[in-house]
């Protein structure tokens, strides 16, 4: 991991949540950068109409995507999340998956509800920023 996750102190603490509060990175760092994934298969067919098998392929697609340039999901700095029809249910898959991958450590995380995706059947869709030495 070429960057550096921060909590502050007099910020709850976002773990639980699945996110860190902000990451540092270092000048000369590479930046791969990931566009929005989502629930598919190598064709591009979702996967799945449950939201949290979405969510579960979705992440390890980025995973494929940072395989590419040598890199796995410790790399990444940062997440943009899009969910469609946000509600307080859908947190806990979100953290479940982000926690799975990146334990104590998640990248910071913006999480933005949406009425709708690139298709009807698109639920989940994750951007990512990931840091290479």
Request: hydrophobic share 40%; proline share 8%; aromatic share 6%.
């Amino acid at each position: 991991m070429t960057h550096t996750l921060v909590n502050p102190d007099g910020l709850h603490d976002p773990v639980p949540f699945g996110y860190s509060h902000t990451a540092t990175v270092p000048a000369g760092t590479d930046l791969v950068l990931v566009s929005g994934q989502y629930g598919s298969d190598p064709d591009g067919a979702v996967v799945s109409p449950d939201f949290a098998d979405q969510v579960k392929r979705t992440f390890h697609n980025i995973g494929i995507a940072l395989a590419a340039h040598g890199l796995d999901l410790g790399h990444v700095a940062q997440l943009r999340t899009y969910v469609v029809n946000h509600d307080v249910t859908k947190l806990g898959p979100i953290a479940a998956a982000v926690q799975e991958h990146w334990g104590t450590n998640p990248p910071t995380q913006t999480l933005i509800g949406v009425a709708a995706l690139a298709t009807p059947d698109v639920l989940f869709e994750v951007e990512a920023v990931a840091t290479r030495a």
